[in-house]
Every structure is written in C-alpha cells, then in structure tokens.
C-alpha cells in the first residue's frame, strides 16, 4: 500500500478515535451528572418519609411513590440506557474506523454489532459484579477473542486460521486489550485534565497512545485482513 493511502487511512481512523472517547466521557459524566441528581433526591425523600408521622397515611404514600419512581429513574440510567448509548456510540464510531481500513458490505455494522454483544454484556455483568466475578471475565476475553478476529476480518475462514495460528493471534489479541484500556484511561485522565490542570503531561501521553492503538488496528487489517 501507498504511504499516503497508509496516511489518509490513518488520519480518518484517528478521526473517529477521538470522537469516539470525547463521546464517551461526555455522555458518561452527564448520566453521573443525571444519577448524583436522582440520589441526592432519593435521600431527601427517605429523610422525609423517616420523619413523617405514622398518621398521615395520605403524604406517606406520595412520597413512597416518588420514591419509586426516582429509583426507576436511577435504575433505568444505570443499567439500560447508558449501556445501550455506549454501545451504539461503539458500534457506530468504532465500526467506522474498522470498516475505513477496508471497503466492507451494507450489513457490516449490523454484522459489528451482533459480534460485539457477547463480550459487551459479560464485561458489564463482571462491572456490575464489581469486578469479582472472574467466570464472566474468563466468557468476556473468550468472546472479546472472536470479536477481534471478525474485526480484522470479517469471514468465517480467518476464524479457522486465527484458531490453527493461536500462537500469532493470541498476542496479537492481548496487545490489543491493553492498548483499549490504555486508551480509555489516557483519554479519561486527559479528559480530566481540562478541569483539574496537569495537562502538559497527560494529553501528550494520550496522545501517544491514540496513535498507538489507531495505527496497530491499521496493521492488523492490513497484515492479517
């Protein structure tokens, strides 16, 4: 390939990187924003319903039913839409910035998404597990395998090869994994920077590894793909 094909191809990938983790961090602070709301109000409503008194049926079952209703609220930002919005941002940006490397068909984001379930929903049951549950984790990286392989290629004959070829595509898998948390927690602390100085230090390290984690997903297409 062309260096300035490699280039052009690079610079949209980083493109959509960033969007992506400015996307993240964004929507990610405004449903905490939303969820310390909704518990602030939680708590004024317990405090109200503790010194109520036992006679007054009428504002007691008021306040229980505000009470529910907020804690749907909470549960309904915590647990369906902030996962179901970071995944359409993943599938949509991160897809992107795959499907940029190669021309694929109409249906490959559908065929992006559906690949990327499985692992997705086993790292949120091992979040919400509080990261104890090691059986979910062990089913994230063994599914997050897969999708790393339909990532580089989408067709079923990679999956085949990747398997006989474990020891090239394994590490090749491991450093991938690394460089997706370093990227998530450079882009979070440069993101944080902002409000809290020290920017000097850590946006030229995301920097760094932005272009890392762009330019390896680039290879992997271009080698194994």
Do not use: C, H
């Not at 602030?40 to 010194?51: E, R």
């Amino acid at each position: 390939m062309k260096k300035g094909t490699v280039k052009e191809k690079l610079w949209k990938i980083l493109i959509f990187d960033i969007l992506f983790i400015i996307m993240f961090l964004t929507v990610f602070f405004l449903i905490r924003k939303s969820l310390i709301v909704y518990i602030g109000y939680l708590q004024i409503i317990q405090q109200n319903l503790a010194n109520i008194d036992s006679s007054n049926i009428q504002e007691a079952s008021f306040l229980v039913q505000s009470l529910e209703k907020s804690a749907n609220r909470a549960y309904l930002y915590t647990f369906i839409l902030a996962p179901l919005l970071f995944f359409i941002m993943y599938v949509i940006l991160e897809g992107f910035s795959w499907k940029l490397i190669k021309k694929r068909g109409k249906m490959y984001f559908i065929k992006f998404g559906l690949i990327s379930v499985p692992s997705y929903v086993f790292l949120l049951l091992f979040l919400i597990s509080g990261l104890k549950n090691y059986v979910y984790l062990a089913f994230t990286l063994i599914f997050g395998f897969f999708t790393f392989i339909f990532y580089i290629n989408p067709k079923f004959e990679i999956i085949i090869n990747a398997f006989k070829r474990i020891y090239l595509f394994l590490p090749l898998y491991i450093f991938y994994i690394i460089l997706n948390v370093l990227f998530l927690v450079s882009g979070f602390l440069a993101y944080l920077s902002f409000f809290i100085g020290n920017y000097f230090t850590l946006v030229p390290f995301f920097i760094v590894v932005l272009l890392l984690y762009s330019s390896y997903k680039l290879f992997l297409v271009e080698k194994y793909g």
